[in-house]
């Protein structure tokens, strides 16, 4: 993964959304190459963008690895398999992950977490993170670029806004 989006793959879209991509492009790279500096400096960058722009694509993207990683479908097994593989890989250089988080994104992801329910919803900091650090955890395991899932995240939004 390179630290550097192509920043041209996006120009197409809204300055919004392509500041979205860019600075998740860079999160996530920043977090493919263990690079911390460059991974705080994006995570900032993603934080100060909204919880809900960000949140949208990054969990759009994935659930488009879940699917692509589990194309017969995620059993409880297979999230906790992703959980833990997640958690681990990231400690190596993120010795303060959070299963928790981690697992907030997953069920967002999935559609089936309840925001009200939880009684420590993450900061939006926490979730810019660990968002990164699922995505990049994801793309390794299906070794492709992230600029693919992406573009499937935002089709898919255009797509939803469009029916609603």
Known sequence: MSAAPDRLAWRHLSAPARAVAIAASEAVAAAGEHDRDAFEAAVARLTKLGPQQAGLVLGAVVRLL???????????????????????????????????????LLA???????????????????????????????LNERRRPLSGYLTAAFLDIERAEHHD
């Open 108 to 138: 967002s992801a999935l559609g089936v977490h309840d925001p009200d329910a939880d009684p420590a919803p993450p900061a939006e900091a926490a979730l810019a993170r660990h968002a990164a650090l699922l995505v990049a955890d994801l």
């Open 66 to 104: 879940l699917e692509d990683l589990h194309p017969d479908g995620l059993a409880a097994d297979d999230v906790r398999g992703v959980l833990d593989h997640c958690v681990s890989s990231a400690r190596r250089w993120q010795p303060d992950v959070d299963p928790h988080v981690l697992l907030v």
